[in-house]
């Protein structure tokens, strides 16, 4: 009897996988990949990705390596490896603005660094600092975006009345504001970054909170939801089952815009000095080289490869975020 | 760092409130008429085309970023305070060679002995003729005002006339008491018997907590080991047990604890306190019953022209601080004015009106408009119109050489000069009264062998050159080399080698542990701030010395500051190690700076030099008249600095003027670091 | 509908308080004042005369002394005497700083508009084509580099490059235009800036003209209409269009508060003298009472525009209804 079962049960998986049923999160992969400018935003972004995390180990130069030239003999040689060739003072100076050549692929940059190596570890901590800050972002939001829209009553009023607080402030000048304060208490320059992080996070969770309180006050009105509700599940089934994996499309959206949008702004805090500090390298430091006439002018190497490593950083973000949005609509059939 | 250096000169000139206005030759040329502005011109001719109406009677000067705080005595920018220049003048100016000379007037002296005191009398003697801009002659009660204004007790800027000329009478005006003497007596009466009183010096060590050294934290650090107030006070005697948590209790313990074992060690603060708290209480109430003192007693009026301003003591700035004082006219700033009431000076914030030779009218659109005062004393300015507008200071050089702007003082550096020359740009690059250095504090870093080992680690020569080419040069001592006295043999002190260094360390006794140089457990580490590191001439030194050290197995954090902040924590001795420049260094006097009484709050000592050798060259150097025994001496005192290896200076740079092709340069007088065609407006002419 | 709106401003009280609070806070706790950096490095400054700054800028107070002060202030109308500007407060604000980064602002979201609604409809019409593609990868490019990138760039281009445009400034101080000229002028000047508050807005509106748009698309009426055999031209602009309006007209009506905000870094970077600068400005030398009043400006700007978004909302949809 028991064979006659499995044996059934057997015949009706096997119908199962003849016919082609996709999961819902199949359909979604299936219409992703239909949206070209998607392909070629994952595409860059992957690519990105292993120039910043494999090129430094491959890369024979520091991050803040000084080259030196040395104007009677004509070499040029590291600050770091032989630093014993520094002490001709005579004739011995930075080599500031290098050419490209073998040696330096993009030239070196102001002070004297290879602006090819300084690329790599740019993109690693701006691609680190913005997929960090949207983690802690999302995180704080999803969470209390999903107590307010869950709980609703007094929980809901005092949360979405901070976040209206958070959305007051003006986000330029509190950064300088904070940055100021952030040297001032004696954080060190290579922790800089990860404060900055959990600052910027901190500050920008009030969208998502916004934004995860709706969806799950429109989830919490459909039906199904309704009837599960009848059925008295449990809260955690309930949140964790249904609540979020619906508001999970929104979500992902959302996620990977930002991810492309703080990106930017690293590079608008450079801009206004109050980033990632010297001699640690960002796109947001480098990118900033355009301000000065000099080097706008006459040194596009410089210039050109940061900028257009961050275009393309936070387009392939935006590419990818679109493409989610489409692809997650359950109503595009096209 | 250009924009620190600027800042420091404009702190330390706004901060003594000398302003070195327009001069003017007294050649008149008669007033040659210019055709008149463009107009209702219906052209849209776009700017830098071919056409411009009326371009040769516009002088334009690219300016950092205005306030728009036109008054001589409010203005908190130097930007603003060249504006100013244009239509308010000063009864002196400095000439090219940073000598006082006569402008509006002149200021003699005379040194007279009275009552077994020593005073001098500076005699104040205008020129006649002088018309203020609205035609009205000035006189020497414009002067007076302009005097009374600053010492007004309700006066709010940042001038430090009152405090430095002692005139006779300044107290008695300024506290509004016929009987300051008496006052001030009384106070000390009252203070002196407060110190008997244990609850009052209870309640000023608790008010004061433990003058400045409570900060409130528990469990608290005292010795940067671990001491911890509850900790000091068991040995003291008593016992905290219980209120360990408790911040209030324990600093009430704490205040027992001072009171019963040192008190005497509070003595002195305690007096200062309860002197002011008295003085404070006698000031405040004394205007309130109507205005008791009308007049400075030390300020006499000789005649229209003429006054004399008797002076305590001998002191070598007062002339200075007299004669380059604005002169603002009393019948229209002083309309309002009563004593104790400025809102009728500041009325006029933004509206400049004096004897200049231009006339202010406009600022709007971040541009500054003067038209000519063709009245003005030294003669009818060459151009009708002169305009200030503000420019992006990465912008400056290229809006001249597109034609925006005529007259603009860009930052210099090697590249830009080559540019200029290729273009044959007129540039003019003086040198700046002043230099950069890296300093470390003797302070936080106590170890002599520590910081040598950090000074062999610096790689000035090879950044400078690179950075900076011409426009810049590598100084070997502490001292502004515009400066007769600068030593110019001086050969480099502390060379790079990184050898030399591990040997220092080693013998500061460091030793590498594990990779890393360790003493007692802890890790080499120094702090270093710097300002607007991105584009710092210095930073390749501390990130080659990063790097350097990173290898010792040593520790260098670069703090990238905001210049506020960097100073700040300059000030407050919580750096190891910073990068800064000093501006306006215009003598040999380096008490100030190496001092050892300036290592307290507030005072310019900040890398703690503490020598009795030192000072006592230093007060030689002040007082020696002759030059050559006097560079002998500072070329000695300047080793001694150096020997101490808390200072490394670094280099001493070129500030650049340029001129568009529509100014005429023989209209442009011989620039020195003190003189400049700011110096002369009315001269400055254009090309048609 | 009335009491809703008496609701959410009463709220909106409370949150600018805390905003208040927060903002002064945080401004005094910085490690140095305006007094500080004006007296930094000036050894003839007495401690006397410092104290007598202090307490004549109102920083001698603890932080909740002043924050008592300033708010007791405010709620008269007194927003204090700008530290830098040396002038009440309200009279720099609501200056010709503010009118000129309104007009900067508006001027561009017109342009804006303009570009992002055509476009973003025929994006949406003709999905996953050629032209979608095109439209979609030039705005969102605007959207993915930092302003002063496009502004150095632009300048480096039209003004070094090619001298079509001044490089900043908003007047040509050479000459003494008047009237027509002058407006002219400033004309000139402020294309660049404009170009570039345009590249970088374009982006987010016409993405989501786009978005908008393929929803209704979709709906069933849209299919309704279509099946009627209506032209495609009608269905689009009579039926489809009409419907992404809505969204489309409460988005913007809660961005024209944020008109007012001033543009920080465009605004410095050509030299404009709007509120943003001043802000930044104000930031850098810690002009208190300035920076307070400017924050809480923004603040207001901020809830007017959500409050306005929202209204227009139940105003153009009548089925959404507030209790």
Not at chain 2, 100 to 125: A, F, H, R, S
Not at chain 2, 243 to 259: G, K, P, S, W
Not at chain 2, 428 to 450: E, H, M, R, T, W
Not at chain 3, 196 to 203: D, P, Q, Y
Request: with cysteine; proline share 4%.
């Amino acid at each position: 009897m028991a064979e006659i079962q499995s044996i059934n049960e057997q015949e009706v998986i096997e119908h199962e996988k003849s016919q082609v049923v996709y999961t819902p999160g199949q359909l979604v992969i299936k219409r992703f990949f239909r949206n070209k400018l998607a392909i070629l935003g994952l595409g860059i972004i992957i690519a990105v990705v292993l120039f910043a995390v494999i090129g430094p180990m491959i890369s024979p130069h520091g991050e803040s390596e000084i080259f030196y030239k040395n104007d009677s003999t004509g070499e040029i040689f590291s600050g770091t490896k032989e630093p014993e060739k520094l002490k001709d003072i005579a004739n011995v100076g930075v080599y500031v603005k290098g050419e490209m050549d073998s040696q330096f692929w993009l030239g070196t940059d102001a002070n004297g660094m290879d602006t090819f190596t300084r690329l790599m570890y740019g993109c690693r901590i701006s691609l680190m600092f913005s997929i960090v800050v949207t983690i802690i972002e999302m995180l704080l939001g999803i969470t209390l975006g999903g107590i307010a829209g869950y709980y609703g009553g007094k929980v809901d009023m005092i949360i979405m009345r901070l976040v209206e607080i958070f959305y007051c402030i003006p986000f330029v000048p509190l950064m300088l504001l904070v940055s100021t304060m952030m040297v001032a208490f004696g954080i060190l320059p290579e922790q800089k970054i990860y404060w900055l992080m959990m600052i910027m996070g901190f500050f920008n969770w009030s969208g998502v909170a916004r934004m995860v309180r709706g969806q799950v006050l429109t989830i919490r009105e459909m039906d199904y939801m309704q009837a599960a509700e009848a059925g008295g599940i449990s809260v955690r089934r309930k949140i964790f089952k249904h609540l979020i994996p619906n508001a999970m499309p929104v979500i992902i959206v959302m996620a990977s815009m930002d991810l492309g949008s703080f990106i930017l702004t690293e590079s608008t805090l450079s801009y206004l000095g109050v980033g990632i500090s010297t001699p640690f390298a960002s796109l947001g430091t480098m990118i900033q080289a355009v301000n000065q006439s000099v080097i706008l002018k006459n040194y596009l190497n410089l210039w050109i490869p940061p900028g257009i490593m961050l275009l393309l950083i936070v387009l392939a973000f935006n590419f990818i975020g679109d493409g989610l949005r489409d692809a997650f609509d359950p109503k595009m059939k096209r | 760092m250009k924009k620190s250096m600027k800042k420091l000169l404009a702190l330390g000139l706004s901060g003594a409130m000398v302003l070195s206005l327009a001069a003017c030759g007294s050649d008149d040329k008669g007033t040659t008429a210019a055709p008149g502005p463009s107009g209702d011109e219906p052209t849209t001719t776009a700017p830098g085309g071919d056409e411009k109406v009326g371009a040769g009677d516009t002088l334009v000067v690219g300016s950092t970023e205005l306030n728009g705080v036109f008054t001589p005595f409010f203005y908190n920018s130097n930007y603003d305070a060249n504006v100013i220049g244009a239509a308010i003048e000063s009864i002196c100016e400095l000439d090219a060679n940073n000598e006082m000379v006569p402008n509006l007037g002149e200021v003699t002296q005379e040194e007279v002995e009275e009552d077994g005191k020593t005073y001098v009398n500076y005699t104040i003697k205008l020129k006649d003729g002088i018309k203020f801009s609205d035609g009205e002659p000035m006189t020497i009660d414009d002067v007076i005002f302009t005097y009374k204004v600053y010492c007004d007790p309700t006066y709010d800027g940042i001038a430090t006339f009152r405090n430095a000329v002692k005139i006779v009478g300044m107290n008695e005006y300024f506290y509004d008491t016929p009987d300051y003497e008496g006052k001030v007596k009384e106070a000390g009466e009252k203070a002196a018997a407060d110190i008997e009183d244990e609850a009052k010096f209870k309640a000023f060590l608790k008010e004061s907590n433990l003058d400045g050294w409570w900060d409130g934290e528990l469990p608290g650090d005292l010795d940067g080991e671990g001491m911890t107030w509850a900790d000091y006070l068991k040995g003291e005697g008593f016992d905290p047990t219980g209120i360990e948590n408790d911040a209030d209790a324990m600093l009430d313990m704490l205040v027992d604890c001072e009171f019963q074992n040192y008190r005497d060690g509070y003595v002195d603060a305690a007096t200062a306190y309860f002197n002011q708290q008295y003085l404070d209480e006698f000031i405040k109430g004394n205007l309130e019953d109507g205005v008791d003192v009308k007049d400075i007693s030390g300020i006499t009026r000789v005649d229209d022209l003429t006054c004399v301003v008797k002076v305590e003591g001998v002191d070598i700035s007062a002339a200075r601080n007299l004669g380059l004082n604005s002169v603002v006219p009393e019948h229209i700033y002083g309309k309002d004015y009563v004593k104790g009431d400025l809102s009728g000076v500041k009325k006029l914030n933004d509206t400049p009106i004096g004897s200049g030779p231009f006339i202010f009218e406009s600022f709007e659109n971040n541009v500054v408009t003067f038209k000519r005062n063709e009245n003005y004393w030294g003669g009818c300015p060459k151009v009708e119109y002169l305009k200030f507008q503000v420019v992006d200071e990465e912008q400056k050089k290229d809006s001249v050489l597109n034609g925006e702007i005529d007259i603009t003082d860009p930052s210099a550096s090697k590249e830009i000069v080559e540019e200029l020359d290729a273009l044959g740009a007129n540039y003019s690059l003086v040198p700046f009264a002043g230099y950069g250095y890296i300093a470390i504090s003797a302070k936080n870093v106590p170890d002599q062998k520590v910081r040598e080992g950090l000074m062999h680690l610096m790689t000035r020569n090879q950044a400078i050159k690179t950075y900076y080419g011409d426009v810049a040069h590598v100084i070997e001592r502490p001292m502004c080399p515009v400066l007769a006295e600068y030593p110019t043999d001086a050969e480099e002190y502390w060379g790079y080698d990184p050898d030399k260094a591990v040997e220092c360390f080693k013998e500061a006794g460091y030793e590498t542990v594990d990779g890393k140089l360790m003493k007692d457990g802890k890790q080499l580490t120094i702090n270093v701030g710097i300002g607007s590191a991105a584009t710092h001439p210095s930073t390749p030194v501390l990130t080659q010395m990063k790097e350097d050290m990173d290898k010792l197995g040593a520790v260098l954090n670069i703090q990238d500051m905001d210049f506020n902040l960097l100073s700040d924590a300059v000030d407050g001795d919580s750096l190891d190690m910073w990068v800064m420049a000093w501006g306006n260094s215009t003598d040999c006097d380096l008490r100030q700076i190496f001092g050892s009484e300036y290592t307290k709050a507030g005072g310019s000592n900040r890398t703690w030099v503490q020598d009795p050798e030192i000072d006592a060259l230093m007060e030689e150097v002040v007082n020696t008249l002759d030059l050559e025994k006097r560079k002998e001496l500072v070329a000695k005192e300047l080793d001694m600095i150096m020997s101490w290896a808390t200072y490394m200076p670094v280099y001493q740079r070129s500030d650049m003027l340029l001129y568009s092709d529509a100014v005429n340069m023989d209209s442009i007088p011989e620039t020195s670091t003190f003189y400049s065609y700011l110096n002369e407006l009315e001269k400055v002419e254009l090309n048609h | 509908m009335r009491q809703y709106i008496i609701r959410r401003i009463l709220i909106s009280v409370l949150v600018l308080l805390g905003v208040s609070f927060l903002i002064y806070g945080m401004l005094r706790i910085m490690p140095s004042d305006f007094v500080d950096q004006l007296t930094a490095g000036n050894p003839k400054i007495t401690s006397e005369q410092k104290e007598a700054l202090k307490e004549a800028y109102g920083l001698n107070t603890g932080i909740l002394e002043g924050y008592v002060n300033w708010l007791g202030d405010a709620l008269h109308g007194d927003f204090g005497t700008s530290f830098t500007y040396r002038k009440p407060v309200t009279e720099v604000l609501f200056s010709s700083k503010l009118w000129v980064s309104f007009t900067l602002s508006a001027i561009a979201f017109v342009i804006e508009l303009i570009i992002a609604i055509p476009l973003g409809i025929i994006a949406a019409r003709k999905q996953y084509s050629k032209t979608d593609y095109a439209i979609v990868f030039c705005a969102l490019a605007g959207l993915s580099l930092p302003s002063f990138f496009f502004a150095a760039v632009l300048r480096r281009v039209f003004s070094i490059g090619l001298g079509w445009l001044p490089l900043s400034g908003m007047v040509t101080a050479k000459q003494n235009f008047t009237g027509l000229a002058h407006i002219a002028d400033m004309g000139m000047h402020f294309i660049l800036p404009i170009v570039v508050f345009v590249i970088l807005g374009v982006g987010s509106w016409l993405r989501y003209v786009r978005t908008n748009m393929l929803e209704v698309l979709n709906a069933d009426y849209v299919r309704t209409a279509r099946a009627k055999g209506l032209s495609e031209h009608k269905v689009i602009y009579k039926h489809a269009f009409r419907n992404t309006l809505i969204p489309i007209v409460t988005f913007i009506g809660g961005s024209i508060p944020g008109l007012f905000s001033g543009a920080i870094i465009t605004e410095s970077i050509f030299s404009i003298d709007g509120i943003g600068k001043a802000a930044i400005d104000a930031v850098h030398t810690n002009d208190i009472p300035f920076l307070m009043a400017y924050m809480m400006f923004l603040a207001v700007l901020t809830i007017l525009g959500t409050l306005i978004s929202d209204v227009l909302y139940a105003v153009v949809d009548p089925r959404v209804r507030y209790n």
